[in-house]
């Protein structure tokens, strides 16, 4: 299988040091250990690079669609929350939790999963949450330095990366009042989900530190009140960074009570969330879909209606009804139906790729129970996204393999604060996931306006 042409930068690391796969040396073995456990020591041959042309119309792009996203409510729904919730899928008790307490504006936090094809960056979902996999990346840009020849590379072309934990560090700060002191900050998860992701919390905990943040791993059972101070296992808590999600919260009738109590003692506290529960609302696919009904395209200005068309591939709610498609009132299943091998269907609140078909990876009979299936929960149906295969080294041959990349690009705030690539060859790419065996890497940018290190 053919590769795209390399840029210009990934041709001359290529014609370099890109010639033989990079191998991660060992100079220091806790940070070595740390990245080989949080990313399944499965690991890219070469970083990927971004000129800083790229790097800063990334950056304007996804401030642009978290910008739109944000803005639905008053676009569509009459600034209605709970309405807005509605047509997003989340049942009235987890709107009303949601909104409890009210939140001017969600927290801008989240990682895009994005593909490059011939147009460029293309994103299929953004996950606008705190809950995120991938924030150790900048501990892998760190480990490849060591590489004596991609260290050359980098400082002769001007490349740095954006560190994702030193800017959330400054979020924190900001979000408890505690700019230019220590915050103390319970990243806390559900007790269930806790127990899955405690390795993953007690790595980011450590790489806070250095920023002026007293971090620790907790679940939500340990939170309790004392003289008006939230205490989480004993230890004071000035914010809760959340790793527990809606559903979870609203699994049954008791568990509900329980966020409903535990939302209670966090405002009685004084203790703030980032990011709050809201952000559920404005991180799903169907969010994204609404962003390409025409009713929300007539709202749109120039310049907002061409950043849809250009980053954003054709999405809709799955649904039994009508849709505009293409400027013409069509039956909206039965053109999923004729076009399984143009679309793929996504439960609206999945990730890692769980529940995922490729139209073109089925047959008709299988696609189309697929789409009866998926209308008993919410679903979108999205337009195939063909991403660009880049050559990547192989070990034993001079012949580099076509392997393809879905970029999670974290923003935090309004910056582009890195990206956490996943790859897989070409030939096995229908869904990029760590499910799937995906390998992972890291990306070098041209530096720009001071942000990278």
Partial sequence: MTTAPPTTLTARYLAGPGRRPLALRDPDPARLDLVRRALEDRFLTRPAFLTAEEAGQLEADLNGVTDLLFTLPERLFDGDPHAFAAAVGLRPEQSRLALRPPVPEPARIGRADLYRDRSG??????NISSA???????????????????????????????????????????????EGETCRVALMDCPDGYRGTEPEITALAGLLAPHGVEAYGCHTGQARGSGG???????PADLVYRYFTLGELTADAATLREAEALLDLFARCGVPVLSPLRTS?????RALALLREERCQDTLDAGER??????????HELRPGTARIDGERTDLLAYCRRHRERLVLKPAHGLGGSGTVLGRS???????????????????VQELVTPLPEPFPEEGTDEPAPWVLNWGAFLI???????????????RADVISYAAGA????????????DTR
């Avoid at 330095?145 to 979020?171: I, K, M, S």
């Avoid at 705030?413 to 030939?427: E, I, T, V, W």
């Avoid at 890291?442 to 306006?449: I, L, S």
Wanted: hydrophobic residues 45%.
């Fill in 121 to 126: 960056f293309r994103m299929l979902e953004f």
């Fill in 132 to 178: 995120l996999g991938g924030l150790q990346i900048p501990e892998l840009n760190r480990l490849t330095l060591a590489d004596p020849e991609l260290a050359a590379f980098v400082t002769r072309e001007g490349l740095g990366f954006p560190d994702p934990v030193a800017v959330l560090a400054g979020q924190m700060r900001r979000a408890a009042g505690r």
């Fill in 229 to 235: 101070r939230l205490l989480v296992d004993g230890r």
């Fill in 281 to 285: 609302m404005h991180g799903n696919k």
């Fill in 306 to 315: 061409d950043l849809v068309r250009r980053l954003l591939p054709w999405t």
């Fill in 362 to 380: 089925v047959d008709d009979a299988r696609w189309a129970a697929s789409l009866e299936r998926a209308l008993a929960t919410p679903h979108i």
């Fill in 413 to 427: 705030g309004r910056s582009y604060a890195g990206a956490f690539l996943r790859g897989l060859p070409a030939d």
């Fill in 439 to 450: 390998h992972a890497g890291c990306a070098f940018q041209q530096r720009h306006g001071g």
